[in-house]
């Protein structure tokens, strides 16, 4: 916590990065039920929450190209403003009695162009207000802070709306995503070079052409890709039919999904206190989810589930912290934000190829063989990833910091 109070910009920038986890929590369940007020049908849900989702993926490598060719705290103030107007303008529909399917996925997707610029900009900030050897402790405190506040913020969407109504709990998640942009406002943080290409189309290619120049990043991020599609598809997708079957229902996939958060503290605070962030370990951890996968697909008892999934939200993210703490680190700051578009549209792009993914294997598999399946495709993910050579390779974040911090002296 040292961090926290001698640095006043990580200060700022962590309450406001705490008020938006916490929008971001609330705000499904709040959206779900103004949808069910205007239409009782999880089609008209589907295709609400579809439009606030599509907008991120379409929209976040443009998202990237803007926060590295203007201001990030400025760009990420202004998409937290927008989001909050687009949840009031929702409550307005509603109040007004204009509330259609139609109107609240405009909304919806206004919302999400401003999460689109919002998710890079917030991506490519850390190294700038924070020391290259504090870059690791910055990253588990967000860690720590977003898993926390998303467990509790998903609650709380419930209960306003239970006590507060539909109306009034989306005012109150729109004012608090406002209040997160004074906060950044008063960051200051130094600017870098910010050599701005003379087209969209350049910026683009550029990012692109850094992304793919670091073979260490692609190689992860195909790893990432596998892992989110298999957790999406295994607990997104089939959790919920599964958990009828053999789980108690809901509230037994609820108590895992609750272990799995918990886990996701635990391996926060060990990144926290990690002296090394080196991603060859943390890469190999995710051989987690191929246990827990296989469990699911072998029908293990519940206890040995439990276990197993909290021991996988450890392995993810801790590995989440460190290579985000690798990118800052590594990536040149005037490129951050077009690199981190990309971990964020694979991470948005996985719930739908999970979700074809499932149909397909479904055809000829039963649930316990999909879950087989997900186990052998993010266990062969892993082995593959740890053998590249780039990541074998790749020496530890310490290192990096030492090496900067010579460079600085000469």
């Known amino acids: ?24 929590a609330i705000g499904p369940t709040v959206m779900a039920f103004a949808v069910l007020r205007v239409d009782h049908s999880v089609g008209a849900v589907a295709t609400v929450v579809t439009a606030s989702q599509l907008p991120i993926m379409v929209f976040v490598l443009i998202g990237g190209v803007l926060g590295d060719r203007y201001g990030r705290m400025s760009m990420l103030a202004g998409a937290n403003v927008i989001s909050g107007l687009s949840q009031i303008a929702m409550m307005v529909l509603l109040l007004t009695g204009t509330a259609t399917v139609t109107t609240l996925a405009v909304a919806a997707a206004v919302g999400g162009m401003a999460t689109a610029v919002a998710l890079p900009a917030g991506g490519g900030f850390v ?6 050897a504090e870059v690791g402790q910055a990253q588990a405190l967000l860690s720590v802070t977003r898993t926390t506040l998303m467990v509790v913020g998903a609650a709380a969407g419930g209960v306003m709306v239970g006590f507060l109504g539909t109306a009034p709990a989306l005012l109150v998640n729109g004012l608090l995503y406002a209040a997160s942009a004074p906060l950044l406002m008063m960051v200051v943080a130094p600017g870098g070079s910010r050599a701005v290409c003379s087209s969209l189309a350049g910026s683009l290619r550029d990012g692109w052409q850094e992304f793919w120049g670091h073979r260490w990043l692609t190689v992860t991020l195909a790893q990432t890709l596998v892992y989110s599609v298999c957790v ?6 089939l959790g919920p039919a599964v958990a009828s079957q053999r789980l108690d229902g809901a509230a037994g996939l609820g108590l895992l999904m609750a272990a799995r958060a918990l886990g ?14 080196r991603l060859y370990p943390a890469q190999a951890g995710l051989a987690v989810q191929a246990a ?21 939200g450890v392995a993810s993210e801790y590995f989440q912290v460190v290579w985000q703490t690798n990118i800052q680190l590594r990536i040149d700051v ?14 948005y792009g996985s719930t739908p190829l999970a979700s074809a993914l499932v149909v397909l294997a479904h055809r000829h598999l039963s649930y316990g063989g999909v879950f087989l399946l997900l ?9 593959t990833t740890i053998a590249s050579p780039s990541v074998r390779k790749l020496g530890t974040a310490q290192l990096v910091m030492e090496h900067q911090s010579q460079e600085e002296v000469v």
Do not use: H, K
């Open 292 to 312: 827990i996968l296989a469990l699911m697909g072998l029908s293990a008892p519940f206890t040995v589930l439990l276990v197993a999934i909290a021991a996988e």
């Open 127 to 132: 190294a700038q207000i924070v020391a290259p």
């Open 334 to 347: 005037d490129m951050l934000s077009r690199v981190t578009s990309y971990p964020t549209l694979v991470n």
């Open 232 to 237: 999406a598809a295994g607990f997104q997708v």
């Open 264 to 277: 996701s503290v635990v391996g926060a605070v060990m990144a926290m206190r990690a002296r090394s962030m």
């Open 375 to 383: 186990a052998v495709f993010t266990l062969c993910a892993t082995l």
């Open 1 to 24: 916590m040292n961090l926290v109070r001698r640095n006043r910009n990580f200060r700022l920038y962590l309450l406001a990065r705490c008020i938006t986890a916490l929008t971001l």
